[in-house]
Structures are given as C-alpha cells and as structure tokens.
C-alpha cells in the first residue's frame, strides 16, 4: 500500500503522559499536514511542512505540542502532559507540489487517541 | 478567514433515490472547495474539488456539485443512492486558487448519509 501511513492505530494513555505518533507520507509528496478531529466535529488544522520546514502552526497547536519532520519524509506529533482534551483522532495528510493548480491532500487512517 | 457550513448534520435517503447535501462556504478571497468522504475505519477520500474552472464539478462514483457564487454554495449531489454511499461527507474550503496545497483547509462539521434499503 503506497498510501499514508500513520502509527500507531490506536492510543491509551493516561493523563499526564507523553505520546508520539508518526506518520509516513506518499513518498513523492513534499508537503505534509496534521490535524485533530473529535468526534462528531470535522478536522482542524495543526500544522503544515514543505519539506523539513514547518511553514504553518494552529493556534490549537498548544506549547504541549510539537511536531517534526526531521529529513522531510516521515513526520512526528508529541504531546507533553496530555489531558482529557486531547482525546481525539489525530489525521496526518499529505500532497505533492504543483504550480498553478489546486492539490488535493490524501490522508491517512488516523490516531485515535483516548487519555483516561 | 474562512468558514463552512453544512446546513444537515444527518440525511437518510432511500437507495436508488437522489442525494443532496448541503454546504454554505464565505472566504475572504475566492475559495477553492472540495468534498471529502470518510467511511468507518478509512481515511478520508476526496470525492470532488472546485478551483476556478467548471462551476460544475463531476467527481468519483456518480457525485457532483455545483459551485454558486452569488449562493455562496456547493451542494453535493447524487442522481440514485447507493448503499455503499452510506458514510459521512465534508464540505472543504480554502482561501485562494492556484497553489491549494500551502494553506489549511477548513473543513465542515459533516453529513452523515444513510442509505436505506
């Protein structure tokens, strides 16, 4: 499957903790998104790379996240401390660059993370 | 900024019967919009995406919409349901043509379609 790769499926932790996910994009896409989704709401946006660079951070993307993609393929999303609040799903997307034309984002299957 | 609203948090349809969802955009500067499906346990796909060509739109499995302007609108619809178009469905914008990839998308809070038997 070439498809958006995101690890793990599924999360348990508890409150306090820290987590990491990854997430492995298309491997010709340069540009790589995360976003956050709860249940019965749509996505939101978190943060955007071209590349290794991280050109766009959220306001949701709170000092208790951060987010890498150290060689500018595989990316990862921490979250220090987490809360209640964080539970959620946690959907990395990604695109490749063309001038001129609209580019539509394929997205992975998600992290589903529940903090208890 | 940008906003999206779908005006059904929930439509049930007969198979073989047509579809319509609804979807309400404002952007600041000219949008591009888009819908994505998401079916359990799968990551969202995308159905269909206007960036300033066709006002109407032709996507994957029989859907189109049609982009209006002085609506502000961009229904989805479908001329007979499937079953398998039971799923929920996001209405998408962007501010902006041309390159859509170095901005965010703003999606809806999502239709869920039932396709009854």
């Known amino acids: 499957d070439t498809g958006v790769s995101q690890n793990p499926r599924h999360k348990i932790t508890k409150r306090g903790q820290n987590v990491t996910f990854r997430c492995d994009p298309i491997?010709?896409?340069?540009?790589l998104y995360w976003y956050r989704q709860t249940l019965g709401q749509g996505p939101e946006f978190l943060t955007y790379?071209?590349?290794?660079?991280?050109?766009?951070k959220s306001r949701l993307l709170s000092d208790r996240f951060s987010a890498e993609r150290p060689k500018g393929s595989f990316s990862t999303l921490e979250i220090q401390r987490t809360e209640q609040g964080d539970s959620a799903m946690y959907l990395c997307?990604?695109?490749?660059?063309?001038?001129?034309?609209?580019?539509?984002?394929?997205f992975g299957q998600g992290t589903r993370l529940t903090v208890v | 900024a940008q906003s999206v609203t779908q005006l059904d948090s929930h439509v049930s349809v007969s198979e073989g019967t047509p579809v319509l969802l609804r979807c309400n955009y404002s952007?600041?500067?000219?949008?591009?919009l888009f819908w994505y499906v998401q079916h359990p346990n799968k990551g969202l796909q995308l159905l269909l995406k206007?960036?300033?060509?066709?006002?109407l739109v032709k996507g994957i499995n029989g859907f189109e919409a049609e982009f209006k302007k002085s609506e502000t609108s961009f229904h989805l619809t479908k001329p007979s349901a499937h079953m398998s178009d039971a799923a929920e469905y996001f209405c998408?914008?962007?501010?902006?043509?041309?390159?859509?990839?170095?901005?965010?998308?703003?999606f809806g809070s999502g239709t869920r379609l039932q396709v009854q038997p």
């Open positions: 997307a990604s695109s490749p660059t063309r001038q001129g034309v609209g580019t539509e984002a394929f």
């Open positions: 491997s010709e896409h340069n540009r």
């Open positions: 790379f071209q590349n290794e660079a991280q050109l766009e």
């Open positions: 952007s600041s500067y000219s949008p591009s």
């Open positions: 206007y960036t300033s060509a066709a006002t």
């Open positions: 998408v914008v962007t501010a902006g043509r041309g390159d859509t990839g170095r901005r965010a998308l703003t």
